[in-house]
């Protein structure tokens, strides 16, 4: 029992995760696609469905890879927000080998997450490609806004059932959203893509071409990805985005959930909501409805900047030595007479 409880701290070997994530087995053409948003944008959920259109293709992403390390799930379990720089070692680990045994085994692949540039995705389609895999792109579109508060939706969410937590600060989601569309508007200057697609977060395909339509079949990616971010909100779709934000904050209210970087994205979300939400909406100007929420909006965004401060350290001074002489304790010689 004692060998049996030290190995579950321990990391399983490659081969048992690599049965896990490749069921299916190699083929003639596989094909080897990257899923690229950032966090919250329903990424996860569109990987899966391609994969189940490659006739179950392995899905692996970062987020998964990290699972397999024991220490860094403890570590997101018990200190989320101290995990995100901490685990990046297994899961880079996990991702290595799956891609290189994807290519040697001939299967099909589905690689999903944030990319930092363009060329990486290119860089990597291209080793595919150059091994007779067909490659494809899929961009997942999803307005800031929406994917901010879904990234800090599940976070919570995780935290309140006890699962490991992913924690995504707003500058971490700010640069995989540009990092998104940065891939989408180089797309058109790839040659390492033959399939390049936008899915919204609701998975409609908003955009889908072959490179062999021609030089310029994919300059439309970028145009469908700036569609959605320059979509007009629906009162629905916007009350239902407060609705989600007043749940969130309420929760990290009650449950302490309320350390300086979870406030600093649950403020930069409210700011999100009255200067890009609300202007956007149809409403008249004048309106009671938006003056309202406009109200809510500053009250909290009031009360998160204090949460969202680091409290200052107050350094006291170093005591300094007395001036006066020393004074010994005396000393009994006995009792007087």
């Known amino acids: 029992m004692a ?8 990391a399983p070997s490659f081969e048992v995760v690599r049965d ?14 990257v899923v690229a948003g950032e966090a919250g944008s329903g990424r996860g959920a569109v990987a899966a469905f391609v994969a189940r259109e490659l006739d179950g293709a392995a899905v692996v992403s970062a987020d998964d890879a990290v699972m397999s390390d024991p220490q860094s799930a ?11 720089s901490a685990v990046s070692g297994p899961a880079a680990e996990v991702l290595e080998k799956s891609i290189a045994y994807a290519q040697a085994s001939r299967r099909s692949l589905v690689l999903e997450g944030t990319f930092g540039s363009p060329e990486t995705v290119f860089a990597v389609a291209e080793m595919f490609a150059d091994e007779g895999f067909a490659t494809r792109t899929v961009v997942v579109a ?14 919570l969410w995780e935290r ?16 995989g959203w540009e990092s998104t569309r940065a891939l989408a508007a180089a797309l058109a200057e790839s040659s390492a893509v033959d399939r390049a697609t936008v899915v919204g977060r609701d998975g409609a395909v908003l955009f889908d071409a072959d490179r062999s339509a021609g030089a310029a079949s994919f300059d439309g990616a970028a145009r469908a990805v700036a569609a959605v971010d320059d979509a007009p909100w629906t009162p629905r779709a916007a009350a239902e985005w407060f ?8 929760f990290a209210r ?30 008249p100007k004048g309106s009671s409805v938006v003056a309202e929420q406009e109200r809510r909006l500053v009250e909290e965004i009031v009360d998160l900047t204090q949460n969202a401060t680091p409290p200052r350290r107050v350094t006291q001074p170093a005591p300094q030595p007395s001036s006066a002489p020393a004074v010994e304790p005396s000393r009994s010689t006995g009792p007087s007479l």
């Open 243 to 250: 609705s989600e934000l007043r749940r969130a904050t309420d």
């Open 3 to 10: 060998e049996v409880a030290a190995g579950a701290d321990r």
């Open 254 to 283: 009650a449950s302490r959930e309320m350390a300086p970087p979870a406030a600093d994205l649950l403020l930069e979300l409210h700011r999100v909501g009255l200067n890009e939400v609300l202007p956007a909406m149809p409403f």
């Open 74 to 84: 403890q570590l997101l379990r018990w200190r989320p927000l101290e995990a995100p």
């Open 160 to 175: 309140q059932a006890r699962l490991p937590a992913r924690f995504t600060s707003r500058e971490v989601h700010r640069r």
């Open 142 to 155: 999803s307005r800031r806004a929406a994917s901010l508060l879904a990234a800090a939706s599940t976070y």
């Open 20 to 33: 896990i994530l490749f069921r299916a087995d190699g083929v003639e053409q596989p094909t080897f696609t």
